[in-house]
């Protein structure tokens, strides 16, 4: 076996030896997964839920220990690590209420009595990038769990140690052992082979574009069932209606998050004409105060990027930009980039149309809603994205207009537990999170029995 060093990217210390599943290995987790699933889905509703639901507790007590995991290894700040800790259990204990609660129906039919049933699909593969380690891999294992299912599930070489200590958080609880398997290793050994390995009988991706479509392909050749959440390049637009404090005081926040390491990040910024050099000037001071710091202090509003590779990645775009302003961030040692703010002169510019995935936001001007609406869908994404208004009317139209899976108005917020998640177009294929997400996680059987008329 080959291990990975793994290095925090705010100090480029060693923290951590993983070591990494081959084929072999992997295959041995697919098959105590396969196992697992024989008795697992016939755990007792309430007795399964009962177990999620001390999964959910153990996670709550290791909130600090998990968050702390993550600013090390991910380089996440404080408080964002600390919100996705509590996120992964506020999933597992909001699909701890599916196993009691997976109904089918009874349909009228002559002759007899219909029945549906929601019956789990097997050993279900989750697959996770590295940007966000923890609430991805939970909004994949929560309901496929809760479902009956048994989860084989891969964490990005760099960032896995979250997830191996909630594989263990599992096994504390009393998850029976196979039943959440957590395999640190590379795409190209561990996550092929989940979508290669006949007992995998659903792969859910969250990553790339590319890799995903490559993902849909192999699934293609044992018709296997899939979830994709890809990539994103959203739209925050901004009306001269709008509240521009208001506006301008968010939009850094909605980009910057996370570094801007964030599929849903507000990286293309519309601007209606009639406000634009009010709003930049407001933009210009709000990125000035979202700096890339310590991501240990609870103050910092950005860490680092992951890796250096990363960071010279969107190094590559800004050289290449019309930069108008930047942020702060400090110098080495760690993997750091500022805030930055470019003003493209056509909406054509690569860093208006490619997904960054840094801490690089793009704004360009729009004179008209209908102008903004086509430059909003002229992508191939359709993740998330923003609309600022102060009239609900133009609210209702433009974000019925805008092809993207998650809106919000006056708001940057994308992810709720108890809401639909996903996107349209290259950003994905179905919806995770909300109560819609277990259906993915199970097939619906029909049995009609027949009945003989009394005589
Ligand atoms: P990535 O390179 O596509 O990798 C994602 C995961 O897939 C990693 O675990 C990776 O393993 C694995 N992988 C790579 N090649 C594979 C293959 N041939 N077969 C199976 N698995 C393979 O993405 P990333 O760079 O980690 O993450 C950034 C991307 O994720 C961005 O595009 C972002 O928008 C997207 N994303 C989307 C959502 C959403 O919900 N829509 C959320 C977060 C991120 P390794 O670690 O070994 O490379
Ligand atoms: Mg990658």
Same mark, same amino acid.
Request: hydrophobic share 45%; with cysteine; net charge negative.
């Given at each position: 076996?080959?291990?990975?060093?793994?290095?925090?990217?705010?100090?480029?210390?060693?923290?951590?030896?993983?070591?990494?599943?081959?084929?072999?290995?992997?295959? =041995?987790?697919?098959?105590?997964?396969?196992?697992? #699933?024989?008795?697992?889905?016939?755990?007792?509703?309430?007795? !399964? &839920?009962?177990?999620?639901? =001390? %999964? *959910?507790?153990?996670?709550?007590?290791?909130?600090?220990?998990?968050?702390?995991?993550?600013?090390?290894?991910? +380089?996440?700040?404080?408080?964002? *690590?600390?919100?996705?800790? +509590?996120?992964? !259990?506020?999933?597992?204990?909001? #699909?701890?209420?599916?196993?009691?609660?997976?109904?089918? =129906?009874?349909?009228?039919?002559?002759?007899?009595?219909?029945?549906?049933?929601?019956?789990?699909?097997?050993?279900?593969?989750?697959?996770?990038?590295?940007?966000?380690?923890?609430?991805?891999?939970?909004?994949?294992?929560?309901?496929?769990?809760?479902?009956?299912?048994?989860?084989?599930?891969?964490?990005?070489?760099?960032?896995?140690?979250?997830?191996?200590?909630?594989?263990?958080?599992?096994?504390?609880?009393?998850?029976?052992?196979?039943?959440?398997?957590?395999? /640190?290793?590379?795409? @190209?050994?561990?996550?092929?082979?989940?979508?290669?390995?006949?007992?995998?009988?659903?792969?859910?991706?969250? +990553?790339?574009?590319?890799?995903?479509? =490559?993902?849909?392909?192999?699934?293609?050749?044992?018709?296997?069932?899939?979830?994709?959440?890809?990539?994103?390049?959203?739209?925050?637009?901004?009306?001269?209606? *709008?509240?521009?404090?208001? $506006?301008?005081?968010?939009?850094?926040?909605?980009?910057?998050?996370? @570094?801007?390491?964030?599929?849903?990040?507000?990286?293309?910024?519309?601007?209606? !004409?009639?406000?634009?050099?009010?709003?930049?000037? &407001?933009?210009?001071?709000?990125?000035?105060? %979202?700096? $890339?710091?310590?991501?240990?202090?609870?103050?910092? &509003?950005?860490?680092?990027?992951?890796?250096?590779?990363?960071?010279?990645?969107?190094?590559? #775009?800004? $050289?290449?930009?019309?930069?108008?302003?930047?942020?702060? *961030? /400090?110098?080495?040692?760690?993997?750091?980039?500022?805030?930055?703010?470019?003003?493209?002169?056509?909406?054509?510019?690569?860093?208006?149309?490619?997904?960054?995935?840094?801490?690089?936001?793009?704004?360009? /001007?729009?004179?008209?809603?209908?102008?903004?609406?086509?430059?909003?869908?002229?992508?191939? #994404?359709?993740?998330?994205?923003?609309?600022?208004? @102060?009239?609900?009317?133009?609210?209702?139209?433009?974000?019925?207009?805008?092809?993207?899976?998650?809106?919000?108005?006056?708001?940057?917020?994308?992810? !709720?537990?108890?809401?639909?998640?996903?996107?349209?177009?290259?950003?994905?294929?179905?919806?995770?999170?909300?109560?819609?997400?277990?259906?993915?996680?199970?097939?619906?059987?029909?049995?009609?029995?027949?009945?003989?008329?009394?005589?």
């Amino acid at each position: 076996m080959s291990t990975y060093t793994v290095v925090n990217p705010a100090t480029e210390e060693s923290i951590a030896e993983v070591e990494l599943a081959d084929l072999a290995a992997t295959d =041995r987790a697919i098959a105590r997964a396969a196992e697992a #699933y024989e008795t697992w889905r016939h755990v007792a509703p309430a007795d !399964r &839920a009962r177990l999620l639901r =001390r %999964f *959910a507790a153990a996670v709550d007590s290791a909130i600090d220990e998990l968050a702390a995991l993550e600013v090390a290894n991910a +380089g996440h700040t404080i408080s964002n *690590a600390t919100w996705e800790a +509590g996120n992964v !259990r506020d999933v597992i204990e909001y #699909y701890a209420a599916v196993p009691e609660r997976l109904f089918g =129906r009874q349909i009228p039919v002559a002759g007899g009595v219909d029945i549906t049933f929601h019956e789990p699909l097997g050993v279900v593969g989750v697959i996770v990038p590295w940007n966000f380690p923890m609430p991805i891999a939970a909004w994949g294992f929560a309901p496929a769990l809760a479902a009956g299912n048994t989860v084989v599930l891969k964490p990005a070489e760099i960032t896995p140690l979250t997830a191996i200590r909630i594989g263990e958080l599992a096994r504390e609880a009393g998850i029976p052992e196979g039943v959440l398997t957590i395999i /640190p290793g590379k795409g @190209s050994v561990v996550g092929e082979r989940f979508v290669t390995h006949p007992a995998v009988r659903k792969v859910v991706f969250t +990553g790339s574009t590319e890799v995903g479509k =490559r993902i849909m392909a192999g699934c293609a050749d044992q018709v296997k069932n899939l979830t994709l959440e890809l990539g994103g390049k959203n739209a925050n637009i901004v009306f001269d209606d *709008a509240d521009v404090a208001a $506006a301008a005081a968010a939009a850094p926040g909605g980009v910057f998050d996370n @570094s801007g390491q964030d599929c849903c990040s507000r990286s293309r910024l519309l601007v209606q !004409r009639g406000i634009y050099d009010e709003f930049m000037a &407001a933009l210009e001071e709000a990125v000035g105060d %979202f700096a $890339a710091a310590d991501p240990t202090l609870p103050e910092t &509003a950005m860490g680092p990027l992951v890796t250096a590779a990363h960071r010279d990645s969107v190094a590559g #775009y800004v $050289a290449a930009g019309d930069v108008a302003f930047t942020g702060t *961030a /400090p110098t080495g040692p760690g993997f750091w980039f500022p805030p930055t703010v470019l003003t493209p002169p056509t909406t054509s510019s690569v860093d208006f149309t490619e997904e960054i995935f840094g801490p690089v936001l793009s704004v360009v /001007p729009f004179d008209t809603e209908a102008e903004a609406l086509r430059i909003a869908n002229d992508t191939e #994404y359709g993740l998330s994205g923003s609309i600022w208004t @102060s009239s609900l009317d133009r609210a209702m139209r433009v974000s019925r207009g805008v092809e993207a899976g998650n809106l919000s108005v006056n708001s940057h917020a994308s992810v !709720r537990y108890s809401t639909p998640f996903g996107g349209f177009k290259q950003s994905g294929l179905g919806r995770e999170l909300g109560p819609d997400a277990v259906a993915s996680f199970t097939e619906v059987k029909n049995v009609f029995f027949a009945t003989q008329p009394a005589d």
